[in-house]
Protein backbone atom coordinates (compact mmCIF):
# COMPACT_ATOMS: atom_id res chain seq x y z
CA UNK A 1 0.00 0.00 0.00
CA UNK A 2 1.58 3.33 -1.00
CA UNK A 3 1.42 6.44 1.54
CA UNK A 4 2.08 10.00 0.81
CA UNK A 5 2.24 13.09 2.58
CA UNK A 6 1.53 16.53 1.57
CA UNK A 7 0.87 19.65 4.02
CA UNK A 8 -2.70 20.29 4.05
CA UNK A 9 -3.79 16.77 3.11
CA UNK A 10 -2.65 13.09 3.96
CA UNK A 11 -2.93 10.86 0.76
CA UNK A 12 -3.94 7.06 1.07
CA UNK A 13 -5.04 5.22 -1.71
CA UNK A 14 -7.13 8.72 -3.38
CA UNK A 15 -8.25 8.86 0.77
CA UNK A 16 -7.74 12.32 1.56
CA UNK A 17 -7.32 13.33 5.60
CA UNK A 18 -9.08 16.84 6.29
CA UNK A 19 -5.90 18.23 7.62
CA UNK A 20 -5.29 21.98 6.05
CA UNK A 21 -2.35 23.22 8.83
CA UNK A 22 -2.56 27.04 9.62
CA UNK A 23 0.83 28.73 7.54
CA UNK A 24 2.95 28.79 10.38
CA UNK A 25 2.68 24.78 10.60
CA UNK A 26 3.00 24.62 6.83
CA UNK A 27 6.58 26.52 6.56
CA UNK A 28 7.73 25.90 9.59
CA UNK A 29 6.53 23.46 12.27
CA UNK A 30 5.78 20.51 10.64
CA UNK A 31 8.93 20.82 8.44
CA UNK A 32 11.14 21.11 11.80
CA UNK A 33 9.48 18.13 13.45
CA UNK A 34 10.43 16.24 10.42
CA UNK A 35 14.22 17.13 10.43
CA UNK A 36 14.54 17.11 14.07
CA UNK A 37 14.35 14.28 16.52
CA UNK A 38 13.31 16.09 19.62
CA UNK A 39 11.55 19.23 19.54
CA UNK A 40 9.33 21.94 22.24
CA UNK A 41 7.33 23.94 21.01
CA UNK A 42 6.36 26.85 23.68
CA UNK A 43 2.69 28.20 22.01
CA UNK A 44 0.23 30.19 22.75
CA UNK A 45 -3.08 29.71 23.82
CA UNK A 46 -5.56 28.62 20.74
CA UNK A 47 -2.66 27.92 18.59
CA UNK A 48 -3.88 24.67 17.36
CA UNK A 49 -0.89 22.84 18.84
CA UNK A 50 -3.29 19.72 19.56
CA UNK A 51 -3.98 19.60 16.34
CA UNK A 52 -0.80 19.78 14.67
CA UNK A 53 0.67 17.36 16.89
CA UNK A 54 -1.92 15.02 16.58
CA UNK A 55 -1.67 15.09 12.51
CA UNK A 56 2.20 14.85 12.68
CA UNK A 57 2.05 11.96 14.62
CA UNK A 58 -0.28 10.73 12.11
CA UNK A 59 1.67 11.13 9.61
CA UNK A 60 4.47 9.25 11.44
CA UNK A 61 2.55 6.50 11.22
CA UNK A 62 1.45 6.89 7.87
CA UNK A 63 4.85 6.55 6.41
CA UNK A 64 6.63 4.25 9.14
CA UNK A 65 7.75 0.96 7.09
CA UNK A 66 8.64 -0.84 10.23
CA UNK A 67 6.55 -3.22 11.96
CA UNK A 68 3.95 -2.82 14.28
CA UNK A 69 4.88 0.86 14.85
CA UNK A 70 3.97 2.43 18.21
CA UNK A 71 2.99 6.04 19.01
CA UNK A 72 2.19 7.91 22.24
CA UNK A 73 0.13 11.28 23.00
CA UNK A 74 0.75 11.82 26.61
CA UNK A 75 -1.62 14.35 28.52
CA UNK A 76 -1.58 15.08 32.20
CA UNK A 77 -4.68 13.58 32.53
CA UNK A 78 -6.45 10.60 31.02
CA UNK A 79 -9.75 12.24 30.95
CA UNK A 80 -8.46 15.37 29.52
CA UNK A 81 -6.87 13.54 26.69
CA UNK A 82 -9.99 11.97 25.72
CA UNK A 83 -12.04 14.90 25.59
CA UNK A 84 -9.21 16.74 23.65
CA UNK A 85 -6.79 14.54 21.27
CA UNK A 86 -8.92 11.03 21.01
CA UNK A 87 -11.64 13.25 19.35
CA UNK A 88 -8.88 14.79 16.79
CA UNK A 89 -7.12 11.47 16.53
CA UNK A 90 -10.27 9.64 15.49
CA UNK A 91 -11.74 12.72 13.00
CA UNK A 92 -8.75 12.51 10.78
CA UNK A 93 -8.03 8.71 11.06
CA UNK A 94 -11.73 7.89 10.29
CA UNK A 95 -11.52 8.76 6.65
CA UNK A 96 -8.97 5.12 6.56
CA UNK A 97 -10.03 2.35 4.98
CA UNK A 98 -9.76 0.05 8.03
CA UNK A 99 -8.37 1.93 10.81
CA UNK A 100 -9.76 0.18 13.88
CA UNK A 101 -10.60 2.03 16.66
CA UNK A 102 -10.69 1.22 20.37
CA UNK A 103 -12.52 3.15 22.64
CA UNK A 104 -11.65 1.80 25.97
CA UNK A 105 -8.03 1.75 25.44
CA UNK A 106 -7.88 4.87 23.47
CA UNK A 107 -5.83 4.06 20.21
CA UNK A 108 -6.27 3.44 16.39
CA UNK A 109 -4.25 0.89 14.83
CA UNK A 110 -3.65 1.57 11.34
CA UNK A 111 -3.71 -1.23 8.37
CA UNK A 112 -1.00 -3.20 8.32
CA UNK A 113 1.92 -3.20 5.46
CA UNK A 114 2.65 -6.84 6.61
CA UNK A 115 0.87 -9.87 7.05
CA UNK A 116 0.50 -11.82 10.81
CA UNK A 117 1.68 -8.11 11.69
CA UNK A 118 -0.10 -5.21 13.14
CA UNK A 119 -0.24 -1.87 11.99
CA UNK A 120 0.71 1.20 13.44
CA UNK A 121 -0.86 2.34 16.85
CA UNK A 122 -1.83 5.78 18.10
CA UNK A 123 -2.52 5.78 21.79
CA UNK A 124 -3.73 8.50 24.20
CA UNK A 125 -2.45 8.35 27.31
CA UNK A 126 -2.80 10.28 30.57
CA UNK A 127 0.14 10.19 33.03
CA UNK A 128 -2.50 9.81 35.58
CA UNK A 129 -2.17 6.22 35.01
CA UNK A 130 1.77 5.48 34.54
CA UNK A 131 1.38 1.70 34.58
CA UNK A 132 -0.39 1.87 31.36
CA UNK A 133 3.27 3.71 29.68
CA UNK A 134 5.51 0.44 31.10
CA UNK A 135 7.12 -1.91 29.15
CA UNK A 136 6.94 -2.37 25.28
CA UNK A 137 8.81 0.64 22.94
CA UNK A 138 7.93 3.64 21.28
CA UNK A 139 8.70 4.73 17.72
CA UNK A 140 7.87 8.22 18.68
CA UNK A 141 5.90 10.35 21.48
CA UNK A 142 4.14 13.39 21.81
CA UNK A 143 3.83 14.70 25.58
CA UNK A 144 1.40 17.85 26.09
CA UNK A 145 1.44 19.86 28.33
CA UNK A 146 4.87 19.23 29.81
CA UNK A 147 4.67 21.45 32.82
CA UNK A 148 1.87 19.19 34.20
CA UNK A 149 2.91 15.80 33.80
CA UNK A 150 5.31 13.42 36.27
CA UNK A 151 8.65 14.68 35.50
CA UNK A 152 9.82 10.92 36.32
CA UNK A 153 7.82 9.80 33.35
CA UNK A 154 10.39 11.14 30.87
CA UNK A 155 13.71 10.00 32.33
CA UNK A 156 12.41 6.52 34.15
CA UNK A 157 10.07 5.41 31.34
CA UNK A 158 9.73 7.44 27.89
CA UNK A 159 13.17 8.10 27.30
CA UNK A 160 14.50 4.25 27.39
CA UNK A 161 11.35 2.92 25.42
CA UNK A 162 12.28 5.57 22.49
CA UNK A 163 16.15 4.08 22.45
CA UNK A 164 15.28 0.55 20.30
CA UNK A 165 13.94 2.13 17.03
CA UNK A 166 15.63 5.55 17.56
CA UNK A 167 12.25 7.67 18.39
CA UNK A 168 11.47 10.55 18.16
CA UNK A 169 9.48 13.35 20.80
CA UNK A 170 7.85 16.07 21.04
CA UNK A 171 7.05 18.45 23.84
CA UNK A 172 4.46 21.48 23.59
CA UNK A 173 2.81 23.97 26.09
CA UNK A 174 2.01 26.81 27.53
CA UNK A 175 4.39 28.17 30.26
CA UNK A 176 3.64 27.41 33.90
CA UNK A 177 6.66 29.57 35.42
CA UNK A 178 10.05 27.97 35.60
CA UNK A 179 9.38 24.31 35.83
CA UNK A 180 10.09 21.33 33.82
CA UNK A 181 9.04 22.38 30.88
CA UNK A 182 10.48 25.65 31.06
CA UNK A 183 13.85 23.41 31.89
CA UNK A 184 13.06 21.09 28.96
CA UNK A 185 12.83 24.41 26.70
CA UNK A 186 16.11 26.00 27.91
CA UNK A 187 17.89 22.22 26.93
CA UNK A 188 16.38 22.69 23.59
CA UNK A 189 17.32 26.03 22.90
CA UNK A 190 20.86 25.03 23.81
CA UNK A 191 21.01 22.06 22.29
CA UNK A 192 21.86 22.10 18.27
CA UNK A 193 20.32 18.95 17.55
CA UNK A 194 17.01 20.16 19.11
CA UNK A 195 14.08 22.30 17.31
CA UNK A 196 12.52 25.24 19.88
CA UNK A 197 10.30 27.70 19.13
CA UNK A 198 8.16 29.99 21.16
CA UNK A 199 5.02 31.31 19.63
CA UNK A 200 3.26 34.69 21.49
CA UNK A 201 -0.16 35.88 20.71
CA UNK A 202 0.80 39.18 19.73
CA UNK A 203 3.14 37.63 16.97
CA UNK A 204 1.83 34.92 15.16
CA UNK A 205 -2.00 36.82 13.76
CA UNK A 206 -4.01 33.55 14.62
CA UNK A 207 -6.28 35.94 17.14
CA UNK A 208 -7.22 39.26 16.08
CA UNK A 209 -6.02 42.01 18.06
CA UNK A 210 -9.66 43.16 19.19
CA UNK A 211 -10.12 39.85 20.63
CA UNK A 212 -6.50 39.83 22.60
CA UNK A 213 -7.92 43.33 24.28
CA UNK A 214 -10.80 41.22 25.45
CA UNK A 215 -8.70 38.56 26.86
CA UNK A 216 -6.71 40.71 28.33
CA UNK A 217 -9.68 42.34 30.41
CA UNK A 218 -10.64 39.15 31.06
CA UNK A 219 -7.85 37.65 32.97
CA UNK A 220 -5.28 38.40 35.34
CA UNK A 221 -1.92 40.34 34.25
CA UNK A 222 -0.06 36.74 35.16
CA UNK A 223 -2.44 35.12 33.37
CA UNK A 224 -2.80 36.54 30.04
CA UNK A 225 1.16 36.80 30.10
CA UNK A 226 1.57 33.07 30.92
CA UNK A 227 -1.29 31.77 28.40
CA UNK A 228 -1.33 34.02 25.66
CA UNK A 229 2.44 36.00 25.46
CA UNK A 230 4.28 32.63 26.98
CA UNK A 231 5.83 34.24 29.79
CA UNK A 232 7.95 31.71 31.79
CA UNK A 233 8.40 34.97 33.86
CA UNK A 234 5.02 35.99 34.71
CA UNK A 235 4.90 34.67 38.36
CA UNK A 236 8.20 36.19 39.21
CA UNK A 237 8.18 39.57 40.82
CA UNK A 238 11.83 40.22 40.13
CA UNK A 239 11.68 40.58 36.34
CA UNK A 240 13.38 44.08 35.25
CA UNK A 241 12.08 44.18 31.87
CA UNK A 242 8.41 42.73 31.44
CA UNK A 243 7.12 41.22 28.41
CA UNK A 244 3.90 43.76 28.47
CA UNK A 245 6.95 46.45 29.09
CA UNK A 246 8.45 45.21 25.47
CA UNK A 247 4.84 44.65 23.76
CA UNK A 248 3.66 47.97 24.49
CA UNK A 249 6.54 49.89 23.49
CA UNK A 250 6.61 47.44 19.83
CA UNK A 251 2.57 49.22 19.47
CA UNK A 252 4.41 53.32 20.30
CA UNK A 253 4.72 54.90 16.77
CA UNK A 254 5.90 58.20 16.37
CA UNK A 255 6.58 60.18 12.96
CA UNK A 256 10.06 61.64 12.39
CA UNK A 257 8.53 65.34 13.15
CA UNK A 258 7.96 64.00 16.39
CA UNK A 259 11.14 63.38 17.36
CA UNK A 260 13.02 66.10 15.14
CA UNK A 261 16.48 67.66 17.39
CA UNK A 262 16.56 64.95 19.74
CA UNK A 263 19.48 63.67 20.63
CA UNK A 264 20.73 60.79 17.82
CA UNK A 265 22.97 57.96 19.42
CA UNK A 266 24.22 54.61 18.57
CA UNK A 267 24.87 51.75 20.52
CA UNK A 268 27.61 49.23 19.66
CA UNK A 269 27.88 45.63 21.02
CA UNK A 270 31.15 44.05 19.54
CA UNK A 271 31.06 39.76 19.20
CA UNK A 272 33.49 38.47 21.80
CA UNK A 273 33.12 34.62 20.50
CA UNK A 274 32.42 32.50 17.43
CA UNK A 275 28.74 32.56 18.01
CA UNK A 276 28.08 35.85 19.39
CA UNK A 277 27.15 38.66 16.87
CA UNK A 278 28.50 42.62 16.49
CA UNK A 279 25.40 45.06 16.76
CA UNK A 280 24.80 48.38 15.66
CA UNK A 281 21.11 49.87 17.51
CA UNK A 282 20.20 53.42 17.08
CA UNK A 283 18.39 55.49 19.30
CA UNK A 284 16.56 58.78 18.47
CA UNK A 285 15.13 60.67 21.82
CA UNK A 286 11.94 57.92 22.26
CA UNK A 287 11.95 55.78 18.83
CA UNK A 288 14.99 53.15 18.08
CA UNK A 289 15.25 51.97 14.75
CA UNK A 290 16.02 48.31 13.68
CA UNK A 291 19.44 47.22 14.36
CA UNK A 292 21.99 45.80 12.12
CA UNK A 293 23.43 42.46 13.00
CA UNK A 294 26.55 41.02 11.72
CA UNK A 295 28.17 37.54 12.20
CA UNK A 296 31.79 36.52 11.29
CA UNK A 297 33.71 39.73 10.69
CA UNK A 298 36.10 41.04 11.94
CA UNK A 299 37.34 44.05 14.16
CA UNK A 300 38.64 45.91 11.52
CA UNK A 301 35.72 45.09 8.67
CA UNK A 302 33.11 46.15 11.65
CA UNK A 303 34.90 49.74 12.10
CA UNK A 304 34.32 50.33 8.52
CA UNK A 305 30.72 49.62 8.89
CA UNK A 306 30.16 51.64 11.96
CA UNK A 307 31.69 54.59 9.80
CA UNK A 308 29.45 54.44 7.26
CA UNK A 309 26.95 55.01 9.87
CA UNK A 310 28.15 57.99 11.86
CA UNK A 311 28.71 59.76 7.91
CA UNK A 312 24.70 58.67 7.21
CA UNK A 313 23.70 59.61 10.70
CA UNK A 314 25.88 61.79 12.13
CA UNK A 315 24.91 60.73 15.60
CA UNK A 316 25.69 62.83 18.98
CA UNK A 317 27.33 59.82 20.25
CA UNK A 318 28.77 56.39 19.63
CA UNK A 319 28.67 54.25 22.63
CA UNK A 320 30.93 50.76 22.12
CA UNK A 321 30.82 48.06 24.76
CA UNK A 322 34.90 47.99 25.84
CA UNK A 323 35.36 44.56 26.29
CA UNK A 324 35.88 43.12 22.89
CA UNK A 325 34.96 46.36 21.25
CA UNK A 326 38.65 48.02 22.37
CA UNK A 327 40.18 47.59 18.74
CA UNK A 328 37.33 49.57 16.78
CA UNK A 329 37.37 52.23 19.45
CA UNK A 330 41.16 52.10 18.83
CA UNK A 331 40.32 52.31 14.57
CA UNK A 332 37.72 54.70 15.18
CA UNK A 333 39.83 57.23 17.45
CA UNK A 334 42.80 56.63 14.55
CA UNK A 335 40.88 57.96 11.99
CA UNK A 336 39.52 61.98 13.54
CA UNK A 337 36.07 60.11 14.78
CA UNK A 338 36.04 61.34 18.05
CA UNK A 339 32.37 60.95 19.72
CA UNK A 340 33.40 57.31 20.01
CA UNK A 341 32.38 56.90 23.67
CA UNK A 342 34.06 53.35 25.85
CA UNK A 343 31.54 51.48 27.81
CA UNK A 344 32.76 48.88 30.40
CA UNK A 345 29.42 47.29 31.36
CA UNK A 346 31.36 46.11 34.74
CA UNK A 347 32.25 49.30 35.39
CA UNK A 348 30.96 51.82 38.27
CA UNK A 349 27.47 53.14 37.55
CA UNK A 350 27.11 57.07 37.26
CA UNK A 351 24.62 56.48 40.17
CA UNK A 352 26.64 54.88 42.42
CA UNK A 353 24.04 54.55 45.02
CA UNK A 354 20.69 52.62 43.59
CA UNK A 355 23.38 50.38 40.68
CA UNK A 356 25.73 47.76 41.37
CA UNK A 357 27.17 48.23 37.63
CA UNK A 358 26.87 50.62 34.75
CA UNK A 359 25.15 46.99 33.08
CA UNK A 360 22.55 47.27 35.38
CA UNK A 361 22.35 51.15 35.37
CA UNK A 362 21.65 50.87 31.37
CA UNK A 363 19.17 48.35 31.83
CA UNK A 364 16.97 49.68 34.65
CA UNK A 365 17.45 52.82 32.47
CA UNK A 366 16.07 51.47 29.28
CA UNK A 367 13.51 50.22 31.49
CA UNK A 368 12.26 53.60 32.31
CA UNK A 369 12.30 54.74 29.11
CA UNK A 370 10.40 51.86 27.83
CA UNK A 371 8.08 52.71 30.54
CA UNK A 372 7.65 56.38 29.59
CA UNK A 373 6.85 56.09 25.80
CA UNK A 374 9.60 54.60 24.01
CA UNK A 375 8.97 52.58 20.95
CA UNK A 376 11.02 49.00 19.43
CA UNK A 377 11.10 47.48 16.44
CA UNK A 378 8.96 44.18 16.37
CA UNK A 379 12.21 41.63 16.68
CA UNK A 380 11.30 38.28 18.82
CA UNK A 381 14.71 38.15 19.29
CA UNK A 382 14.54 41.67 20.97
CA UNK A 383 11.80 40.73 23.15
CA UNK A 384 13.49 37.70 24.96
CA UNK A 385 16.24 38.81 25.18
CA UNK A 386 15.00 41.92 27.19
CA UNK A 387 12.22 39.99 29.16
CA UNK A 388 14.42 37.48 30.71
CA UNK A 389 15.89 39.38 32.81
CA UNK A 390 15.58 39.08 37.05
CA UNK A 391 17.25 41.49 39.23
CA UNK A 392 18.27 41.04 43.12
CA UNK A 393 19.90 43.89 45.69
CA UNK A 394 23.11 43.28 47.19
CA UNK A 395 24.03 44.14 50.81
CA UNK A 396 23.99 47.65 50.29
CA UNK A 397 20.09 47.66 49.07
CA UNK A 398 21.56 48.42 45.18
CA UNK A 399 20.09 46.45 42.35
CA UNK A 400 21.94 44.38 40.59
CA UNK A 401 21.31 42.34 37.45
CA UNK A 402 21.74 38.44 37.02
CA UNK A 403 24.81 37.74 35.73
CA UNK A 404 25.40 37.93 31.28
CA UNK A 405 26.50 34.02 31.29
CA UNK A 406 23.21 33.16 33.26
CA UNK A 407 20.79 35.46 30.51
CA UNK A 408 23.25 33.29 28.19
CA UNK A 409 22.62 29.88 29.54
CA UNK A 410 18.64 30.78 29.48
CA UNK A 411 18.83 32.14 25.73
CA UNK A 412 21.08 29.82 23.71
CA UNK A 413 22.96 32.97 23.12
CA UNK A 414 24.69 35.94 23.93
CA UNK A 415 21.89 38.89 24.68
CA UNK A 416 23.58 41.01 21.91
CA UNK A 417 20.81 42.80 20.27
CA UNK A 418 19.67 44.20 23.86
CA UNK A 419 23.25 44.69 24.99
CA UNK A 420 23.22 47.54 22.14
CA UNK A 421 20.08 48.54 22.59
CA UNK A 422 20.89 49.61 26.82
CA UNK A 423 24.39 50.80 25.60
CA UNK A 424 22.47 53.96 23.87
CA UNK A 425 21.49 54.87 27.89
CA UNK A 426 25.23 54.79 28.83
CA UNK A 427 25.24 58.55 29.68
CA UNK A 428 23.23 61.44 28.98
CA UNK A 429 23.73 63.11 25.36
CA UNK A 430 22.78 66.58 24.02
CA UNK A 431 21.65 66.81 20.53
CA UNK A 432 24.27 67.94 17.98
CA UNK A 433 24.77 71.77 17.99
CA UNK A 434 22.98 72.59 14.46
CA UNK A 435 20.06 70.43 15.64
CA UNK A 436 19.16 71.93 19.00
CA UNK A 437 19.03 75.05 17.47
CA UNK A 438 16.98 74.09 14.95
CA UNK A 439 14.56 72.69 17.27
CA UNK A 440 14.65 75.44 19.68
CA UNK A 441 13.90 77.94 17.42
CA UNK A 442 11.22 76.05 15.64
CA UNK A 443 9.07 75.76 19.00
CA UNK A 444 10.11 79.01 20.35
CA UNK A 445 10.74 77.21 23.98
CA UNK A 446 13.39 76.70 26.24
CA UNK A 447 14.67 72.62 26.27
CA UNK A 448 17.30 71.41 28.56
CA UNK A 449 19.90 69.99 26.01
CA UNK A 450 20.98 66.33 27.93
CA UNK A 451 18.35 63.64 27.55
CA UNK A 452 18.76 59.97 27.30
Known amino acids: ?102 ESELYVEFPSLYPNSAGARITIIGSDHPDSLRGGYLDGVVLDEFAQIKQELWGEVIRPQLSDRNGWAVFVGTPKGQNQFYEMYQRA ?59 AAIKQHYTEAQVRGMADVLG ?88 VNKRTEMYYLARDWLMNGGSIPDIPELKNELSVCEYTFDQNGRIKLEAKDTIKEKLGKSPDISDAFVLTFAFPVSPTLGEFNKRATMCKTEYDPFEF
Open 189 to 247: VNDGSWFSCLYRASETGILEDAELEEMRKDMTDIEYRQEMLCDFTASASNVLITIDMVE
Open 268 to 355: VDVARFGDDRSVIFRRKGLVTYKPKVYKGIDNMEFASIIIQEINEIKPSAVFIDAGQGQGVIDRLRQLGYHNIIEVPFGSSASDKTRF
Open 1 to 102: MAHCFLYGMIKMNKIVIPYTPRPIWKTEIHPALDKNRFAVLVCHRRFGKSVGVINHMIKKAVTNKLRSPRYAYLAPFRNQAKSIAWEYLKFYTSVIPGIKTN
